[in-house]
């Protein structure tokens, strides 16, 4: 008898702690994605509505004037697409190349040299020479100001905690007695690369993969460093240019209406966000598919990172 | 019959010796693919990471680009007494440890409670929808976050000024930033940040909780007595990392967020940011790298410390 009085009391507050986790969660959800429908409701409102009633989260006078806007300027934001698309492409490719390329040699137990190679990796997660230097190596000796190399190479090429992480799922998951038999049946180097180590690796060269991919489509650093050219801008770029001219005009003319900004061949404020919401709408579009990749790489990437 | 055993063994030394020869040889040569292998990301690690630590010297250099960087003169610790002259430097100092300081402390609370919540509800099927999108907001760049916030904060048309009713020019007013940069940061980054602890409270073994709850532990004890305890080695694990970081900052959050307003420095202005402006904007490149090397020198040293301190506590979460 006493015991189920036991067990009930204990119930109780079980239950409580159960649904009170449950709607802080679904409340931070919420929290969590209700300023992109903000974003989406600013888009679709006509711009009169917007400077009559400013930014509601539901849409007024729904208009799809600012995506029209969006088509009538497609040559611009085309090309920053296309730019984007192809520095993504290229750069994630090139990323997981070079990562598993040099994570195989680190990997090989025979190779006593890799040591000596890990060392060198492993210093550079350690100690950095900072901006400013980094800046004048680019600028100054690469010559990379205004070229496409600017969006793909500085900082995003390789991340040395992607190659430990490579190394790491070759050593633990391929055991070396595979590579010893394609060897001892004739296999080179690349082909054991080719043949063995990067088709047992889909996992890691996933997420890997990703995050990189995720990197090049979100950097706009590079271009806020080395370009000025607008043809070489990348949507990010555009983006972060746009927001910086209308801010500067603003203060430079004290309280510059958009109507004025309008004149001056700015895009409105719904045609901003509109810009906006086609650069999120990618990466929204591929997330419930790769967010279990995402996570996982976080696990790992997050204590060594 | 000795003889012959004597010739055969040195026969045999011959052969050995010649193998050896050979063998030595043949690895060095089995070995030539993998340093080929090896060679587009040495080349890249060269020119991204090596040759910009060289780049330090520069902050002990009077630039003048116009005969070179390495033949300009030497300045000693110049450009660093007069960075540090500056109120520039002791206002992105104080930022930006205090940013840290608050939101190491902050963060840390939030993204355990956030793990031990959803590892309540794990078992439920909306907590497959919950966990992705409360990460979702880590995967947009500090630029679409600039966008988000200006909808937000914007003076004439902000969602903010129109419930409030007033008119306020956030993007002038620096003291509501210390604020609005801690909503911000952690909108962004709880959800990814409570990965981590969501992992680690996976590992620990339900029979502990079922022991628990035969004793008549409540929710609350078990947490407090089996989950926070099981946590200890990545807490410490997570918290001396990011001291590590201490000296870092979020560029993306400080400087684009801000909308790079000059009006909101003094509680904006970070190193990463200062290092930046003086660069670009006051093309003052001594400044810039003496800022720049003395977060970098402050950094590593913190590195090593903390890793010193993680290798004492739990060697296998030790960097190195």
Same mark, same amino acid.
């Given at each position: 008898?006493?015991?189920?009085?036991?067990?009930?009391?204990?119930?109780?507050?079980?239950?409580?702690?159960?649904?009170?986790?449950?709607?802080?969660?679904?409340?931070?959800?919420?929290?969590?994605?209700?300023?992109?429908?903000?974003?989406?409701?600013?888009?679709?409102?006509?711009?009169?509505?917007?400077?009559?009633?400013?930014?509601?989260?539901?849409?007024?006078?729904?208009?799809?004037?600012?995506?029209?806007?969006?088509?009538?300027?497609?040559?611009?934001?085309?090309?920053?697409?296309?730019?984007?698309?192809?520095?993504?492409?290229?750069?994630?490719?090139?990323?997981?190349?070079?990562?598993?390329?040099?994570?195989?040699?680190?990997?090989?137990?025979?190779?006593?040299?890799?040591?000596?190679?890990?060392?060198?990796?492993?210093?550079?997660?350690?100690?950095?020479?900072?901006?400013?230097?980094?800046?004048?190596?680019?600028?100054?000796?690469?010559?990379?100001?205004?070229?496409?190399?600017?969006?793909?190479?500085?900082?995003?090429?390789?991340?040395?905690?992607?190659?430990?992480?490579?190394?790491?799922?070759?050593?633990?998951?391929?055991?070396?007695?595979?590579?010893?038999?394609?060897?001892?049946?004739?296999?080179?180097?690349?082909?054991?690369?080719?043949?063995?180590?990067?088709?047992?690796?889909?996992?890691?060269?996933?997420?890997?993969?990703?995050?990189?991919?995720?990197?090049?489509?979100?950097?706009?650093?590079?271009?806020?460093?080395?370009?000025?050219?607008?043809?070489?801008?990348?949507?990010?770029?555009?983006?972060?240019?746009?927001?910086?001219?209308?801010?500067?005009?603003?203060?430079?003319?004290?309280?510059?209406?958009?109507?004025?900004?309008?004149?001056?061949?700015?895009?409105?404020?719904?045609?901003?966000?509109?810009?906006?919401?086609?650069?999120?709408?990618?990466?929204?579009?591929?997330?419930?598919?790769?967010?279990?990749?995402?996570?996982?790489?976080?696990?790992?990437?997050?204590?060594?990172? | 019959?000795?003889?012959?055993?004597?010739?055969?063994?040195?026969?045999?030394?011959?052969?050995?010796?010649?193998?050896?020869?050979?063998?030595?040889?043949?690895?060095?040569?089995?070995? #030539?693919?993998?340093?080929?292998?090896?060679?587009?990301?040495?080349?890249?690690?060269?020119?991204?990471?090596?040759?910009?630590?060289?780049?330090?010297?520069?902050?002990?250099?009077?630039?003048?680009?116009?005969?070179?960087?390495?033949?300009?003169?030497?300045?000693?610790?110049?450009?660093?007494?007069?960075?540090?002259?500056?109120?520039?430097?002791?206002?992105? #100092?104080?930022?930006?440890?205090?940013?840290?300081?608050?939101?190491?402390?902050?963060?840390?609370?939030?993204?355990?409670?956030?793990?031990?919540?959803?590892?309540?509800?794990?078992?439920?099927?909306?907590?497959?929808?919950?966990?992705?999108?409360?990460?979702?907001?880590?995967?947009?760049?500090?630029?679409?976050?600039?966008? #988000?916030?200006?909808?937000?904060?914007?003076?004439?048309?902000?969602?903010?000024?129109?419930?409030?009713?007033?008119?306020?020019?956030?993007?002038?007013?620096?003291?509501?930033?210390?604020?609005?940069?801690?909503?911000?940061?952690?909108?962004?980054?709880?959800?990814?940040?409570?990965?981590?602890?969501?992992?680690?409270?996976?590992?620990?073994?339900?029979?502990?909780?079922?022991?628990?709850?035969?004793?008549?532990?409540?929710?609350?004890?078990?947490?407090?007595?089996?989950?926070?305890?099981?946590?200890?080695?990545?807490?410490?694990?997570?918290?001396?990392?990011?001291?590590?970081?201490?000296?870092?900052?979020?560029?993306?959050?400080?400087?684009?967020?801000?909308?790079?307003?000059?009006?909101?420095?003094?509680?904006?202005?970070?190193?990463?940011?200062?290092?930046?402006?003086?660069?670009?904007?006051?093309?003052?490149?001594?400044?810039?790298?003496?800022?720049?090397?003395?977060?970098?020198?402050?950094?590593?040293?913190?590195?090593?410390?903390?890793?010193?301190?993680?290798?004492?506590?739990?060697?296998?979460?030790?960097?190195?």
């Amino acid at each position: 008898m006493e015991k189920v009085i036991v067990k009930k009391r204990e119930h109780i507050p079980e239950k409580g702690f159960h649904y009170t986790a449950m709607v802080i969660l679904i409340l931070l959800a919420i929290y969590s994605i209700v300023p992109f429908f903000l974003m989406l409701a600013i888009s679709v409102s006509s711009e009169a509505a917007l400077s009559k009633n400013g930014y509601q989260f539901i849409p007024q006078e729904f208009s799809l004037a600012a995506y029209k806007y969006l088509w009538a300027k497609r040559f611009t934001i085309g090309r920053c697409y296309l730019i984007t698309i192809l520095t993504t492409v290229v750069g994630t490719l090139v990323n997981l190349v070079i990562t598993s390329l040099f994570a195989y040699p680190l990997s090989r137990q025979d190779f006593k040299q890799r040591n000596i190679f890990a060392f060198i990796l492993f210093f550079t997660l350690l100690f950095n020479g900072g901006l400013t230097a980094s800046y004048i190596v680019w600028t100054r000796i690469f010559m990379i100001k205004n070229t496409v190399w600017a969006l793909l190479v500085p900082g995003l090429l390789m991340g040395g905690m992607n190659v430990l992480m490579v190394r790491n799922y070759y050593a633990v998951n391929i055991p070396y007695a595979i590579i010893e038999a394609a060897r001892i049946d004739g296999a080179n180097d690349l082909r054991i690369y080719t043949g063995i180590m990067v088709p047992l690796s889909k996992p890691v060269m996933t997420t890997i993969g990703l995050f990189a991919a995720l990197g090049y489509w979100n950097n706009w650093t590079n271009g806020l460093y080395y370009i000025s050219d607008s043809k070489l801008y990348s949507v990010q770029v555009y983006l972060m240019k746009l927001m910086n001219d209308i801010q500067y005009l603003k203060s430079s003319s004290n309280g510059i209406e958009s109507a004025q900004l309008a004149t001056m061949s700015m895009p409105t404020e719904g045609a901003r966000m509109a810009i906006a919401m086609i650069a999120i709408l990618p990466i929204l579009l591929v997330y419930p598919f790769i967010q279990k990749e995402l996570v996982k790489g976080m696990v790992v990437g997050g204590v060594k990172g | 019959m000795a003889k012959t055993t004597n010739s055969a063994v040195s026969e045999y030394d011959g052969l050995l010796a010649q193998k050896n020869k050979k063998s030595f040889k043949a690895t060095a040569q089995v070995y #030539i693919p993998l340093y080929l292998m090896m060679l587009p990301g040495f080349i890249y690690l060269i020119c991204n990471n090596y040759l910009p630590m060289f780049g330090i010297l520069i902050a002990f250099k009077k630039v003048n680009f116009s005969v070179g960087v390495f033949k300009s003169p030497w300045a000693g610790l110049e450009n660093f007494r007069f960075l540090f002259e500056t109120r520039d430097a002791y206002l992105m #100092i104080r930022n930006t440890l205090l940013y840290n300081l608050v939101w190491i402390a902050m963060g840390l609370v939030i993204a355990v409670s956030i793990a031990i919540m959803m590892a309540e509800i794990s078992e439920r099927k909306i907590a497959k929808v919950i966990q992705p999108l409360i990460c979702f907001p880590s995967m947009i760049s500090a630029v679409i976050l600039s966008y #988000i916030v200006y909808a937000f904060l914007s003076t004439n048309y902000g969602f903010l000024n129109q419930i409030l009713g007033t008119k306020i020019n956030f993007y002038t007013k620096a003291k509501y930033w210390p604020y609005i940069l801690t909503v911000v940061h952690f909108w962004q980054s709880a959800g990814q940040s409570s990965i981590i602890y969501m992992a680690s409270i996976g590992g620990i073994d339900k029979a502990m909780y079922e022991a628990a709850r035969i004793d008549g532990a409540g929710k609350w004890k078990q947490i407090v007595y089996i989950t926070l305890p099981m946590l200890r080695p990545m807490i410490i694990l997570m918290l001396l990392l990011s001291i590590g970081r201490i000296f870092n900052s979020d560029f993306g959050l400080f400087y684009q967020v801000t909308l790079n307003s000059g009006l909101l420095y003094s509680t904006t202005q970070t190193i990463d940011t200062y290092v930046y402006r003086a660069l670009i904007e006051m093309n003052n490149v001594g400044m810039s790298s003496a800022a720049s090397v003395f977060q970098a020198i402050i950094g590593f040293v913190l590195v090593l410390l903390s890793n010193l301190v993680v290798r004492k506590i739990d060697p296998d979460s030790a960097l190195f």
